[in-house]
């Protein structure tokens, strides 16, 4: 590359030559031109979608709608959803920062009615004596029952537990990001998609089409 040919110059003058070549530290370095980011047509969203099966199909809906990244999605609590004001609170996001974002109203429906159903599992969960989830920082010791709380529980938990080694209760994480990358990479791999399209690329359409 261009920086690569310039590096080499000077070293060879500077190190091997022992000479200083002043009037090469004015080039300008080459700069990488930054890639766009791979979109979809609304149209390929909903065929994406429509292929997409189970709860990783929720979760690319929410990226989507909401223009969430994969973890923001998987990490959302159920406190993070306000369904009265049609927002999504990110809490501890990139770079460390909370922000709010849209809830779409076609969302309200299919993350309420699946809900419902986490709320069943973890009262089920509670009556075997689990039910609790990780809280972030040292919220678990200020507030001993909070971890056993509706509102701190995951959107999208997981399908099996795991055993806490602190307190040798078993409890559930949230959905692991891999489960809703197969799912999307299998779907594009189904419709025989040229495009190259990844969980982040619902969060670029989303900006897209935002405009």
Request: net charge positive.
């Amino acid at each position: 590359t261009q920086n690569q040919a310039l590096a080499a110059l000077l070293f060879l003058y500077k190190d091997i030559f022992g000479k200083d070549l002043p009037w090469m530290k004015g080039i300008v370095h080459a700069k990488r031109k930054k890639k766009l980011p791979m979109v979809m047509s609304q149209k390929e969203v909903q065929v994406v979608l429509g292929e997409m099966v189970g709860t990783p199909k929720l979760v690319a809906t929410v990226l989507y709608g909401s223009g969430l990244r994969l973890m923001e999605g998987c990490r959302l609590r159920v406190k993070d959803v306000d369904f009265d004001r049609h927002e999504i609170h990110i809490r501890n996001g990139k770079g460390g920062k909370d922000r709010k974002t849209m809830l779409p109203h076609r969302l309200v429906g299919p993350l309420e009615q699946h809900l419902r159903l986490v709320r069943q599992q973890h009262r089920e969960d509670c009556a075997r004596g689990w039910g609790s989830v990780e809280l972030p920082g040292a919220m678990d010791k200020k507030s001993p029952t909070s971890p056993w709380d509706w509102a701190w529980q995951w959107v999208f938990p997981a399908t099996s537990a795991y055993l806490h080694e602190a307190t040798r209760k078993r409890r559930r994480h949230h959905l692991h990001e891999t489960v809703i990358q197969k799912e999307v990479r299998r779907s594009v791999q189904a419709l025989k998609m040229s495009k190259r399209v990844t969980c982040h690329t619902f969060r670029h359409t989303f900006a897209t089409h935002l405009l």
